[in-house]
T-cell receptor, first 109, second 116 residues
Framework: AQRVTQPEKLLSVFKGAPVELKCNYS??????LFWYVQYSRQRLQLLLR??SRESIKGFTADLNKGETSFHLKKPFAQEEDSAMYYC???????????FGTGTSLTVIP | DAGITQSPRHKVTETGTPVTLRCHQT?????MYWYRQDPGHGLRLIHY???????DKGEVSDGYSVSRSKTEDFLLTLESATSSQTSVYFC???????????????FGEGSRLTVL
C-alpha cells in the first residue's frame, strides 16, 4: 500500500538558517512525488514536483529511490516561507494523490 | 487561481442530518477529488471522479457518497452526518492525461463543516 510519512508536525528555524522538511514514502512502483504548500489564508498549491527537477522560491527536493525519500530543502529560510507543507505521492495510474500529514514551518525573524 | 468554487464555505449542522457540499469548476478538467483535512491526519482522499458519472472510492469513503452528473460539478453528500465528520473539506481538480504522470492538483478554498 502507498504511504507518505512526514515525521515532523512542527518545525521552527531562524531566518537565514537552512531548512529541511522530511518526507518518506512507500510505494511498489515508480511514484511521482510532489510538495504542496498552504500559506496563511491561501489555497493549497503546488510548490514543486520531482519530475521537473526545478527550484521554486529557493526550494529543491531530490527523489532518493534508495532511501525512498523526497526531502524539501532550502539553504536560507525566509519569513515568507512560514506555511504548512505537504508531501504527496501519485502512483502509476496517475488517478490518485496521497498526502502526508503535513509539516507546519515557522521561520523566526 | 484555477476556477474552482466550493459551497457552502461554512456550515454547522446537527448529527443525523444530511449535508451536501458542492464543488464547481470552470476549467473543464477531467478529474475531480474530495479530500478532508484534519489535524494529525493531513489530507485524506474521500472520493474522486475521472469523468461524468465515473467515480471511485478513496481512503476514507465510509459515510460519504458522491455524484458527478456534469463535468463542472462534483457533489459530496453525507447521508447522516456524525461528529467524526467535522472537518475541512477540500475539492481539487486535475487535468492529468491518462498515462502521463505530470498532473497537478488545483484546490478550492475549502468548506468548513461542523457537526454538533
Amino acid at each position: 500500500a502507498q504511504r507518505v510519512t512526514q515525521p515532523e508536525k512542527l518545525l521552527s528555524v531562524f531566518k537565514g538558517a537552512p531548512v529541511e522538511l522530511k518526507c518518506n514514502y512507500s510505494y511498489s512502483g515508480s511514484p511521482e512525488l510532489f510538495w504542496y504548500v498552504q500559506y496563511s489564508r491561501q489555497r493549497l498549491q503546488l510548490l514543486l514536483r520531482h519530475i521537473s527537477r526545478e527550484s521554486i522560491k529557493g526550494f529543491t527536493a531530490d527523489l532518493n529511490k534508495g532511501e525512498t525519500s523526497f526531502h524539501l530543502k532550502k539553504p536560507f529560510a525566509q519569513e515568507e516561507d512560514s506555511a504548512m507543507y505537504y508531501c504527496a505521492l501519485s502512483g502509476h495510474s496517475g488517478n490518485q494523490f496521497y498526502f502526508g500529514t503535513g509539516t507546519s514551518l515557522t521561520v523566526i525573524p | 487561481d484555477a476556477g474552482i468554487t466550493q459551497s457552502p464555505r461554512h456550515k454547522v449542522t446537527e448529527t443525523g442530518t444530511p449535508v451536501t457540499l458542492r464543488c464547481h469548476q470552470t476549467e473543464n478538467h477531467r478529474y475531480m477529488y474530495w479530500y478532508r483535512q484534519d489535524p494529525g491526519h493531513g489530507l485524506r482522499l474521500i472520493h474522486y471522479s475521472y469523468g461524468v458519472k465515473d467515480t471511485d472510492k478513496g481512503e476514507v469513503s465510509d459515510g460519504y457518497s458522491v455524484s458527478r452528473s456534469k463535468t463542472e460539478d462534483f457533489l459530496l453528500t453525507l447521508e447522516s452526518a456524525t461528529s467524526s465528520q467535522t472537518s475541512v473539506y477540500f475539492c481539487a481538480i486535475s487535468d492529468r492525461v491518462a498515462g502521463a504522470n505530470t498532473g497537478e492538483l488545483f484546490f478550492g478554498e475549502g468548506s468548513r463543516l461542523t457537526v454538533l
